[in-house]
C-alpha cells in the first residue's frame, strides 16, 4: 500500500516538475528585434541652456486654491516664444486659461488619427527650511557636473522643452506630419489639472477630436530599481491608479480626564486607523501588472523565469515578493493610508471629536465603494463616520490595450533610440494629467525616458531635482523618432 502511494506521489511530483520546465522553457523574449538608429545631431550644450532658462522661470503650484504667480508664466510663454521660433511659425498656439497651452501641428491627410503629447508647465514648491540642503539653489537652473539642476528639470520641464526641441529640430529638418500631432501643456497638474489639462481636453473633445492616443510623464526607464533584470527597464505605463481622500470622524462626550469612559473618541480613531494598516485590501494580481511580469521574466535568471511563467503553481510567492516593497506593493492592491490625524484640545479635556485622513490610491477594476466597505468591515465601529474628502476622487484610469499598433511603435521608438534596455507595460501609482484625455483617446501612455537609479527618485518633488545633460538628449531624440514614427 505504501509503494503504492509512494509511487503515485512521485508520478504526480515528476509530471509538476516536468510542467514547470516546460513551462519556463516555453517563455521567450517579447521584445522587438529592431536596429538602433544613428544618433542625430544636437546641440548639447544650446538644448541644455534652454532647459536651464526654463527651470529659473519660476512657474510654482503652490496648492489648490492658492494664486498662481502670473508673472512667472507670461515669462515661460515669453520665453517658449523666443527659443522655438520655427515651433511659432509653425503650428498654431492656443492659451486655455491664460496660462495652459495648446500647440497644433496639422497634419496634411485628413484621415489620419491625431496623436497629442502632454507635458505641464508647474512645478511643486520647495520645501520649507530644505532650500540649503541643495547642492545648487533649485530655480537658478545651474549646468554643472555634467547635469541641469533645479526644480522641474525632471518633472517635467525637460519633457516640455524636449518635445518642443524635437518639433524645431523637424521643421528645420524639412519634416511635416501627415496626421495632426497636438502638443498640451497644462500649468496646474500639480495641484489636479482641473484648470489646465481638463480644460484643453473639453475644448478637444467640443471640436470632436478622437486622438489615437496621449503620451504623458509616468514611467521612466530604471536601473536597479526592478528585481531581477539587469538590463534597464523602460516601463511604459498602461494605466494609473485612481485617488481619494476619507474621513473618520469619532464623536463622543467630553469631559474631565479625571474620570474618562473607557474609550474617547481619540482612542477610536486610533484604533480604526491601526485596524486598517493592519488589514490591508486584498491583492490583486492584475492587468497591466501581470504584463510587466510577462514582458520581464523571459529578462531575468531561469528560477524567477519559472515562478512567473508557473504562476499556477506560485502566483502565491510571486504575491508574497511583491508585497514586500512599498513599490511592487502598490502595484497589486487598493492602498489605503492614513495621512493626517487630529483630535483634543486640551491635556486634561476628554476629547469630543477625532478624525483621520486616509489617502486611497485605487487599483483599475476597483472604486471607492469597495474601499469604504472594506474599511468599515475592519475597523467594525459602526458609530464611527466615513465621509468623502475636500477633493474631488477619480477613479483609476482605463488600461491601455499593449496589443495595439500604438503601443508596438512605441516600444520600437524606444528600443531604436535606446538599445540597451527592454521595454514592458506597467501600472503607474500616482496620477497625471492623461486622465483627461482618457474620453477622446484611444491609448494612453504615460512614460517619458528618463533614466533613474534606486536613489534618483526621491529627487522628483525633492531635493536635488537633476537630469544629465546626455539622457535629455536621449529625450529630445526619443521625442524625434516617435514623431517620425508616427508620420
Ligand atoms: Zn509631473
Not at 80 to 103: A, C, D, G, M, Q
Not at 311 to 330: D, G, I, P, Q, S
Request: charged residues 20%; contains cysteine.
Amino acid at each position: 500500500m505504501f509503494g503504492k502511494l509512494l509511487a503515485g506521489f512521485m508520478v504526480v511530483l515528476i509530471v509538476v516538475v516536468a510542467v514547470v520546465l516546460i513551462n519556463t522553457l516555453r517563455v521567450s523574449s517579447l521584445q522587438k528585434d529592431v536596429a538602433s538608429i544613428k544618433p542625430i545631431d544636437i546641440d548639447e550644450e544650446q538644448v541644455a541652456n534652454h532647459l536651464a532658462e526654463a527651470i529659473r522661470l519660476e512657474t510654482v503650484s503652490q496648492g489648490a486654491g492658492l494664486p498662481i504667480k502670473e508673472s512667472e508664466f507670461s515669462r515661460f510663454h515669453r520665453f517658449l516664444l523666443t527659443r522655438f521660433p520655427l515651433v511659432h511659425k509653425t503650428l498654431s498656439r492656443e492659451v486655455i486659461n491664460n496660462y495652459s497651452l495648446l500647440y497644433t501641428w496639422e497634419g496634411s491627410e485628413s484621415d489620419g488619427k491625431p496623436i497629442l503629447i502632454a507635458a505641464h508647465m508647474d512645478v511643486v514648491p520647495i520645501e520649507d527650511d530644505t532650500q540649503a540642503n541643495w547642492t545648487y539653489p533649485p530655480f537658478e537652473g545651474v549646468i554643472a557636473d555634467g547635469y541641469i539642476w533645479g526644480r522641474g528639470a525632471m518633472d517635467m520641464k525637460s519633457s516640455l522643452t524636449g518635445v518642443l526641441e524635437a518639433v524645431e529640430y523637424l521643421i528645420n529638418d524639412g519634416f511635416a506630419p501627415t496626421r495632426t500631432i497636438y502638443l498640451a501643456f497644462g500649468h496646474d497638474e500639480e495641484v489636479g489639472g482641473p484648470n489646465g489639462a481638463a480644460q484643453i481636453a473639453k475644448l478637444l473633445k467640443s471640436r470632436n477630436v478622437r486622438l489615437e492616443f496621449t503620451l504623458d510623464e509616468g514611467l521612466v526607464i530604471t536601473k536597479g530599481i526592478v528585481p531581477g533584470v539587469d538590463k534597464p527597464a523602460a516601463l511604459i505605463g498602461l494605466a494609473e491608479k485612481g485617488l481619494a481622500s476619507l474621513r473618520l470622524t469619532a464623536t463622543g462626550k467630553g469631559g474631565h480626564s479625571s474620570m474618562p469612559p473607557p474609550h474617547t473618541s481619540v482612542g477610536r480613531i486610533g484604533r480604526a486607523v491601526a485596524r486598517i494598516e493592519d488589514n490591508p485590501m486584498p491583492t490583486s494580481l492584475a492587468l497591466p501588472a501581470t504584463q510587466t511580469f510577462e514582458y520581464l521574466a523571459p529578462e531575468m535568471s531561469f528560477l524567477k523565469r519559472a515562478i512567473i511563467a508557473n504562476r499556477w503553481l506560485f502566483n502565491w510567492l510571486l504575491v508574497c515578493k511583491l508585497e514586500a516593497t512599498a513599490a511592487t506593493n502598490a502595484l497589486i492592491r487598493t492602498t489605503i493610508t492614513p495621512t493626517m490625524i487630529n483630535g483634543g484640545v486640551k491635556e486634561n479635556v476628554v476629547p469630543q471629536k477625532a478624525s483621520a485622513t486616509l489617502n486611497v490610491r485605487l487599483l483599475p477594476g476597483d472604486d471607492l465603494d469597495g474601499a469604504v466597505s472594506h474599511i468599515k468591515d475592519v475597523v467594525d465601529d459602526p458609530k464611527l463616520k466615513i465621509d468623502h474628502g475636500s477633493k474631488p476622487a477619480s477613479d483609476a484610469s482605463k488600461v491601455s490595450d499593449e496589443k495595439s499598433s500604438s503601443f508596438a511603435m512605441l516600444h520600437k521608438t524606444v528600443l531604436q533610440v535606446f538599445p540597451d534596455v527592454v521595454v514592458a507595460p506597467g501600472l503607474l501609482a500616482g496620477r497625471t494629467d492623461s486622465r483627461y484625455y482618457q474620453d477622446i483617446a484611444e491609448n494612453s501612455y504615460r512614460f517619458l525616458p528618463m533614466r533613474l537609479g534606486p536613489t534618483d527618485l526621491k529627487r522628483i518633488h525633492g531635493t536635488d531635482e537633476r537630469i544629465s545633460v546626455s539622457n535629455y538628449t536621449e529625450i529630445i531624440r526619443f521625442y524625434v523618432q516617435l514623431l517620425t514614427n508616427s508620420k
